[in-house]
């Protein structure tokens, strides 16, 4: 157990720091956007109220639009441009609907100059996922007014929450953490990673009578099976693009490496050989080559090699302690420690580089930010922000240069996956 903290730590960096909503780029002018609610006769107001306020939020993360968070009802076929209002871009209207557990969302995004129909859509939902309406609903006007794609606003993210000492649940949600639903419970169950691109089932390790286990779960029938085990410790860490090859962190024989499970034939390759720790392996540079984590230099930092092993290239060479990486096509995001000075406390600051050149940048200015996850798009990162006892989703928009932070009420984020 003592060697699976050491290797926590070095997967997720730990320490504390700052949380709520953090806009780092203000002055871009953008077209405003006000939000009409034309909902009537509803009988559940709180959760009409919890809908506008998703539908605020979402169009903020968005990052295309200034937008008003002022409440305006009107009829849904009310043609009136709002006149305290003139000055706005574009009008999202909408109207809830409920009919048993189903609620359904109808809305037109107007202009709000000329009143033409910009785009329109129906969408049902079970209550109890209600906030999915919003998020696709966003989602799908970015899409159609050739905004900057945001098509993950609509995807589940996947976490472990630690709940008590060696105790831990895995969690399906939201990226706002409205939407919470405990899938896997009783004992510690770690390192959730999605199995495919559909989000219908994920792979997390677990302990059985104290040895590390992988298991698969299917999201569809509620059911797991095992994939394999490993003394010291086993992580999926990664998943290819066609969802048949996984990497895994395993450490039969002391000290942890990087190997490839094909998930066809069963098969298991060892990528990295060396005496030390090798960890956190992500496909890159179209599943071709692996980024990983290793404490080959005396402290982590990233390396790369090709999928079936060999030569090794150092990635990062700034600060002592870089970890928990993921990949995107050839971009590599990682976590690295820093401080101002030897009193000050640690900080934990996420930077992005490519594999095609020299490129750096750093997306994070303070705090302790960790467990960095691409957006299937690439346009986007989560990740873990730590503040305190306590921890927060944030979501980082890479090209819009803005920051988000969602905070977890109840446990602490041990890992995410998107």
Not at 62 to 81: H, L, Q
Not at 387 to 413: M, T
Request: with cysteine.
């Amino acid at each position: 157990m003592k060697k699976l903290f050491l290797l926590l730590a070095i997967c997720l960096g730990l320490f504390a720091k700052g949380a709520t909503i953090d806009v780092v780029n203000k002055g871009l002018v953008l077209p405003k956007i006000i939000i009409q609610d034309a909902t009537k006769d509803f009988a559940n107001r709180a959760l009409q109220d919890k809908f506008f306020k998703l539908v605020v939020g979402d169009l903020k993360v968005g990052s295309a639009f200034d937008v008003s968070d002022k409440y305006y009802t009107s009829g849904f076929d009310d043609s009136a441009i709002i006149s305290a209002e003139q000055r706005a871009d574009l009008i999202y209207r909408y109207a809830l609907t409920q009919i048993g557990d189903q609620l359904s969302l109808k809305l037109k995004v107007l202009n709000a100059k000329t009143n033409q129909v910009r785009f329109s859509g129906e969408y049902t939902q079970s209550v109890d996922k209600f906030v999915f309406l919003a998020h696709k609903s966003i989602a799908d006007m970015a899409r159609n007014l050739n905004l900057s794609p945001i098509d993950w606003m609509d995807k589940s993210i996947i976490f472990s929450q630690y709940t008590a000492p060696g105790k831990s649940n895995i969690v399906v949600a939201d990226y706002t953490l409205t939407y919470q639903k405990i899938v896997v419970s009783g004992g510690l169950n770690i390192f959730p990673k999605w199995a495919n691109k559909d989000q219908n089932a994920f792979y997390y390790t677990t302990y059985i009578k104290s040895v590390p286990t992988l298991y698969k779960f299917d999201l569809n029938t509620n059911r797991k099976s095992k994939i394999t085990q490993s003394g010291g410790m086993i992580v999926a860490s990664d998943v290819s693009q066609d969802g048949t090859k996984l990497l895994l962190t395993m450490a039969p024989n002391d000290q942890s490496d990087i190997y490839l499970y094909d998930t066809i034939n069963k098969s298991l390759k060892r990528v990295t050989t060396f005496s030390g720790i090798d960890v956190n392996g992500n496909f890159v540079d179209n599943d071709s080559r692996v980024v990983f984590v290793s404490d080959r230099l005396g402290y982590p930092n990233v390396f790369a090699t090709s999928i079936n092993g060999g030569a090794v290239e150092q990635m990062v060479f700034h600060g002592k302690n870089n970890n928990s990486i993921s990949t995107f096509e050839n971009y590599v995001v990682y976590s690295s420690r820093e401080s101002v000075n030897e009193y000050a406390q640690k900080t934990f600051n996420l930077y992005l580089i490519s594999t095609k050149s020299d490129y750096v940048r750093q997306l994070t200015a303070d705090g302790v930010n960790t467990y960095p996850r691409f957006s299937s798009d690439g346009g986007s990162i989560v990740f873990i922000k730590s503040i305190g006892g306590s921890s927060a989703v944030g979501i980082i928009r890479v090209n819009e240069n803005r920051s988000f932070q969602f905070p977890l009420r109840i446990g602490k984020l041990q890992s995410i996956d998107w």
